[in-house]
C-alpha cells in the first residue's frame, strides 16, 4: 500500500503541484534520504512530457558540517555559479519543486550570527530568482517527506522506522493521497478554498481585528487587495499548487498598518533552530518590541535580517478544524503548522496579493502598501481561542473567525 501511495504522492506533486508541462524543464530540490520518492518524481516528471530534469540534492550532514567549519567569510558569500544556474533555469521559464523536510533542531548550537550570515547572503543573492515565484511567474512547488530526524522530533517515544511509518500515514492523510483519486480530491479542495476568496475580495475589509490570549492586534489592508489560496496561475498559463498540503487563504497587510501585540501558538522552525513562546509587539508596521523564551537570539536575527524583515508580508486565514490541527500533532515544519494554523509573515509580501502589483519595482510596490524583504518567514497564531472581525470601509464589525473557525457563510 505505502508503494502505491508514493506512486500517488509523487504523481500528485508533478501534476497537481507544479503541473509540469510538456517540453518544461524543472529543478527538484530534495534531502539524500529522500532519494527513492525522487526518482518517482522524476519519472513522472518525464511521464508528463518535462525535459531537462535536474536533482539537487540536500545533506543535512552536510549542512551542518557547513556551519560549524566554514570560516564566516565564506558563510557570507554565496556561490554565483549557483545564481546563475537558478537564475537561468526560472529565466526560460522552468518549474521548481521542492521537497521541504527539515530537521528542526539541525543548527542548534551554532552561533545564531553565523545563520543569520548565510541567510542574509542567500536572501540577497537570489532575490531575482525567488521573485520569479513571488511573482508567479513559473509554476513551483512545496511537499514534504519524512526524514528520520524530522519523524523522531514528532514521534519521540516510537523506533526510528516506526516513526518513519508514522509520519508517512499522517503525509498521506492530510495531503488527501490516501483517497481513491488524489487529483479530483484537489480540484474539488481548491474550489472550497475559493468559496473563502470570493467572500472576502468581494467585502474588501479595510482592517481585521485579533483577539486571543497574548493576542491584540489590528491589520490594515492594502486597496485594491487580493485573498489567494490553493492553486495560482503561472504565467505560463498553468494552474498550480504552491504548497501541498494547503488550507490557507491569505492576503498581504499595509506595511505600515499593524499595530498591537500578537502570541505565537506553534514552535517556530527557522532554519534549523526552534523559536518558541514569542511574541512580537508592533507599531505603525514596524516590530518595536520583542519576546521569545526559546530561541531569543535566532528570532533576534530574523529581524534584523533587514529593514523589511520587522514587518509583515503576510496575513493568513487557516480554520482550526483543518486535518492537519485534528490530527493533534506538533510538526515543527512550517508547511504543515501553517496550515493547522491562522499565521502571519514577517518579511516579504507577495506582489500578487494586490490588484496590478505584479512586477512592480520595490518603490512601488511599497508605495502600494506592500511589502519588501530578502526573507519571508511564516509563524502560527491561531488557535481555538481565536477571534477575527473584519472593519468594513464605512466601520461596520463583521465575525470572519469564531474560536478558530470560519463565521463566514460558505453555503
Known amino acids: 500500500m505505502q508503494q502505491e501511495n508514493l506512486r500517488k504522492y509523487a504523481k500528485l506533486a508533478i ?14 530540490n530534495c534531502p539524500i534520504e529522500g532519494a527513492e520518492f525522487a526518482h518517482l518524481l522524476v519519472e513522472e516528471a518525464y511521464n508528463a512530457g518535462a525535459e531537462d530534469v535536474r536533482v539537487e540534492w540536500n545533506d543535512e550532514v552536510l549542512t551542518r558540517m557547513r556551519f560549524d567549519r566554514e570560516p564566516m567569510r565564506v558563510l557570507e558569500n554565496f556561490p554565483e555559479w549557483r545564481v546563475q544556474m537558478l537564475n537561468s533555469h526560472v529565466e526560460k521559464g522552468g518549474a521548481v519543486l521542492s521537497v521541504y523536510s527539515p530537521n528542526p533542531e539541525l543548527l542548534k548550537g551554532v552561533d545564531p550570527k553565523r545563520v543569520a550570515a548565510a541567510n542574509i547572503a542567500a536572501g540577497q543573492a537570489l532575490k531575482n530568482y525567488r521573485s520569479y515565484m513571488m511573482n508567479d511567474r513559473v509554476q513551483w512547488s512545496l511537499v514534504s517527506i519524512p526524514t528520520k530526524t524530522w519523524a523522531a522530533k514528532i514521534f519521540p517515544d516510537c523506533s526510528e522506522d516506526e516513526a518513519v511509518e508514522k509520519l508517512w500515514e ?13 487529483i479530483e480530491t484537489w480540484k474539488k479542495h481548491n474550489a472550497n478554498l475559493r468559496k473563502a476568496q470570493n467572500i472576502l475580495n468581494e467585502k474588501q475589509y479595510k482592517k481585521l481585528v485579533y483577539r486571543a490570549p497574548g493576542t491584540n492586534l489590528e491589520i490594515e489592508l492594502p486597496d485594491h487587495h487580493i485573498w489567494s489560496g490553493g492553486s495560482s496561475i503561472a504565467e505560463t498559463k498553468a494552474e498550480f499548487n504552491p504548497n501541498i498540503p494547503t488550507e490557507e487563504v491569505y492576503t498581504a497587510p499595509h506595511r505600515d498598518g499593524v499595530n498591537g501585540t500578537v502570541t505565537n501558538t506553534k514552535p517556530l522552525n527557522y532554519n534549523g533552530n526552534l523559536i518558541d513562546h514569542f511574541s512580537l509587539t508592533f507599531k505603525d508596521g514596524v516590530v518595536v518590541d520583542f519576546q521569545a523564551e526559546e530561541g531569543y537570539e535566532t528570532l533576534k536575527h530574523l529581524l534584523e535580517t533587514d529593514e523589511g524583515s520587522k514587518r509583515l508580508g503576510e496575513v493568513a486565514l487557516v480554520p482550526h478544524n483543518s486535518p492537519i490541527s485534528e490530527s493533534g500533532l506538533i ?3 512550517t508547511l504543515y503548522d501553517e496550515n493547522a ?3 502571519l509573515a514577517l518579511g516579504e509580501a507577495y506582489p500578487t496579493t494586490v490588484e496590478g502589483c505584479a512586477n512592480l519595482s520595490e518603490e512601488e510596490l511599497k508605495e502600494r502598501g506592500l511589502n519588501v524583504s530578502i526573507t519571508h518567514e511564516d509563524f502560527m497564531i491561531g488557535s481555538a481561542e481565536l477571534d477575527i472581525d473584519g472593519i468594513t470601509k464605512d466601520g461596520k464589525v463583521e465575525p470572519i473567525m469564531r474560536k478558530g473557525n470560519w463565521a463566514l457563510d460558505m453555503e
Open 170 to 182: 499522517q503525509i498521506f492523510h492530510i495531503t488527501r493521497v490516501d483517497t481513491d483519486d488524489p
Open 341 to 343: 494554523s491562522c499565521h
Open 331 to 333: 510538526f515543527y515544519n
Open 15 to 28: 501534476q497537481v503541484g507544479v503541473n509540469i508541462q510538456k517540453g518544461q524543464a524543472l529543478i527538484i
